[in-house]
Nanobody, 124 residues
Framework: EVQLVESGGGLVQAGGSLRLSCVAS????????IGWFRQVPGKEREGVSCIRGSDGSTYYGPFMKDRFTISSDNAKDTVFLQMNSLKPEDTAVYYC?????????????????WGQGTQVTVSS
């Protein structure tokens, strides 16, 4: 069974940085994409970025690439999201998710498995 576990969230002041981690387990194929998403209560879940397991190709949602960087450590089955110059509007629950196949997308509907999320709070 595929499992995704996020960590690294917390409270940070505006302008600070956080690195989120997503540990994936329960599968052996490399034909997958892992993405990061975020959600504020009352709003739709928003795609941040994703990375392809087979070759590390990345894709970013609109306006995400300037401050966020996605990376992976395949040896540890972990995907990271480095977030810099954080703003109060980045406050959200951040989720990682996995989809089968090679297409990189931040469309939430394309993803098959989701983690429980980690809270990120940016104070002003």
């Amino acid at each position: 069974e595929v499992q995704l576990v996020e960590s690294g969230g917390g409270l940070v002041q505006a302008g600070g940085s956080l690195r989120l981690s997503c540990v994936a387990s329960g599968f052996t194929f490399d034909d997958y994409v892992i993405g990061w998403f975020r959600q504020v209560p009352g709003k739709e879940r928003e795609g941040v970025s994703c990375i392809r397991g087979s070759d590390g190709s990345t894709y970013y949602g609109p306006f995400m690439k300037d401050r966020f960087t996605i990376s992976s450590d395949n040896a540890k089955d972990t995907v990271f999201l480095q977030m810099n110059s954080l703003k109060p509007e980045d406050t959200a629950v951040y989720y990682c998710a996995l989809k089968w196949g090679a297409v990189t997308t931040t469309d939430t509907a394309a993803y098959d498995y989701w983690g429980q999320g980690t809270q990120v709070t940016v104070s002003s």
